[in-house]
């Protein structure tokens, strides 16, 4: 299974780029400054956000027609940007994942509505999706399966 994760905080260990075992590979895209914490979790902005968000995807889109599956963490302060470049770009709901944490549910769920993606797989995770990004991580390099 070949995977791309997207966040704009740190889950695991290393650089970006792609990390294989066996079959499985993952490309990991997350904080380019190694920050578990992206944007300030009080006093970050959108603005912040975006710019993370953009970044990491301008790396996903050489990649993207060879991914199976597609993993974002959507957070609060403007992440719900990654939702509307996954659409802009073409990914379809059944190759998308989004994780959230419950801070500004009500506006995710209007991204998703409106972008199209209802049929998506959703996964609820903690503020900052550090733990359970790391465990979707792990599950995917160890076996080729997208759990938590």
Known sequence: M?????SYNAF???????KK?????????????????GVKQFGGGPAECRVQVESLWDQLKKELP???KVIFYVGSRGAERVIE????????PDRAVFVFCD???RSKQGVIRDRGFEDAAIMMCECGGHSTMSRI?????????IHS
Do not use: F, H
Request: glycine share 12%; charged share 20%.
């Open 2 to 6: 070949k995977v791309a994760m997207v």
């Open 12 to 18: 695991a260990p290393g650089e970006n780029g792609w």
């Open 21 to 37: 075992n066996g079959d499985n590979s993952v490309l990991l895209l997350q904080n380019e400054n190694g920050k578990r914490w």
């Open 66 to 68: 060879t991914i199976d």
């Open 85 to 92: 470049l996954a659409a802009e770009n073409g990914l379809t």
């Open 103 to 105: 801070c500004n549910m």
């Open 137 to 145: 991580y792990d599950s995917v390099l160890e076996n080729g399966t």
